[in-house]
């Protein structure tokens, strides 16, 4: 838990978010989860890193969003390119974030690529493509430093949104194209300066990142998917089986 000060109250993530239209997009729900059916590792293929042998076991996980059964993922043969909007970032934050896409790529086998700095503003109906700003293909996820005048999901005692958009990839396959997290700066700022500050933020942005590959909050506080931050730092066992599942998605 926090210490004793404004802050002494579980941090919350945002409640669900969910665009209409053309493109489905994968924000937070709130969901009472369970184990479920394990999907292990398959053949490499042309995959970009080994996928993760998780064996099923306790905890809770759940997906955000699924086809037949199975969670929509990335291409584990593309990598997850990334831009950062650190405009507002407090000292220490940039590598935080590095330091939980290092987390999250392990325990996917995806692969994310640094496509370097951007001024591209927060925006909470940001759409997958930008053809302007980025050319043809999908736009990289955009990691941004931001606040509730922009995201107004980050008002009160929200210090995160995140989550990612799928297109069809023929017939009814969907696939995660692109995505946004949105980590509130002045409010990560804050947390910083506790003792624990660096272990506490880098756990709300690897929760961030677990919504962008497509994990969902579950009911159970001792996964760090939890729908608040309770003080737990670490992925917990349903964590790692639900984004070895999402890191198990066929190439193409």
């Known amino acids: 838990m926090y210490g004793a000060d404004p802050w002494d109250r579980p941090t919350a993530y945002a409640p669900p978010r969910r665009q209409r239209g053309p493109y489905l997009l994968a924000a937070l729900a709130v969901l009472a989860a369970g184990g ?35 969670p929509v993922t990335y291409n584990p043969c593309e ?49 997958p493509r930008d053809v302007l700003r980025y050319g043809l293909d999908a736009s990289p996820v955009l990691v941004a430093w931001t606040g ?26 969907m696939r995660y194209v692109s995505g946004t997290v949105y980590l509130d700066a002045a409010d990560l700022t804050v947390i910083l300066q506790r003792p624990d500050g660096a272990a506490q933020v880098r756990a709300i942005v ?19 998917m939890y729908a608040e931050n309770v003080g737990r730092t670490e992925l917990g066992p349903g964590d790692r089986q639900g984004l070895a599942v999402l890191g198990s998605g066929s190439c193409g």
């Open 148 to 173: 509730p005048e922009q995201v107004p999901d980050l008002a009160g005692e929200v210090v995160g949104v995140a989550g990612s958009v799928s297109e069809g990839v023929g017939g009814s396959a």
């Open 79 to 127: 990598p997850i390119r990334y831009v950062v909007n650190d405009a507002l970032a407090p000292a220490g934050g940039a590598g935080l974030v590095v330091e939980a896409l290092a987390t999250v790529s392990a325990a996917t086998g995806l692969v994310f690529e640094d496509s370097g700095r951007t001024d591209e503003p927060a925006d909470p109906d940001r759409q």
């Open 36 to 70: 479920g059916a394990m999907v292990l590792a398959g053949p490499e293929g042309d995959r970009l890193a080994e996928a993760p042998v998780v064996e099923p076991g306790a905890g809770s996980f759940a997906f955000i969003q699924e086809q037949l059964g199975d």
């Open 206 to 224: 690897t929760h961030e990142l677990g919504h962008l590959v497509g994990l969902d909050h579950v009911d159970d506080p001792g996964e760090l």
